[in-house]
């Protein structure tokens, strides 16, 4: 055999492996980039003068930290429907047994009138600056007994000074023309 039949009689397989090696390298990119967890960046907060925290001015993240389908889902509605702003739901890797509330420490009045919506959570500090609540829950949650009977849609600002999210400021719609006739 002479080196040009060598060498054309291992060109197909040579290829077939650059090739599938291409198409193996595309495949994990592509997995890594959609399970890739998008970093969301949130505004500063904002120094304010108020007596009452209502539920309203309380943003709100939720994750399920459980194999529990829809119940981030359930919790972020209960939650909407008492006034409280929501922002993220989706699941989260981090697994708890019981309800986790997570906000900039533990005293913050904001965390406190999450905390109140739950029965018995645990709180947990993690010195975020923008002032939102995560709610995570686990396996463990139950429907009927995980929530407060009758939670408080507002709390006391001790000291009267609170920093909340700086919300963004709304975009605004044109006003329609009309001609004139």
């Not at 077939?16 to 193996?24: K, Q, T």
């Not at 120094?47 to 889902?73: D, H, I, R």
């Amino acid at each position: 055999m002479n080196r040009r039949k060598v060498i054309r009689a291992l060109s197909t397989p040579v290829t077939l492996i650059v090739l599938l090696a291409i198409m193996a390298t595309g495949v994990v990119w592509g997995y890594k980039a959609i399970t890739a967890r998008v970093v969301i960046t949130r505004p500063a907060c904002s120094t304010m003068t108020m007596t009452e925290l209502t539920t309203s001015s309380v943003t709100v993240n939720v994750f399920n930290a459980g194999s529990l389908s829809g119940l981030a889902g359930q919790i972020a509605a209960s939650l909407s429907k008492g006034g409280f702003v929501i922002g993220t739901v989706d699941n989260t890797t981090e697994k708890v047994e019981t309800t986790l509330i997570v906000g900039t420490s533990a005293d913050d009045p904001e965390v406190q009138l999450v905390a109140a919506w739950f029965t018995d959570p645990l709180i947990r500090a993690d010195g975020r600056t923008d002032h939102s609540v995560d709610v995570m829950v686990g396996n463990s949650y139950n429907e009927k007994t995980g929530m407060a009977a009758k939670p408080p849609t507002s709390l006391e600002i001790p000291g009267g000074v609170i920093c909340l999210p700086t919300l963004p400021p709304p975009t605004p719609t044109p006003t329609p023309t009309s001609k004139p006739t």
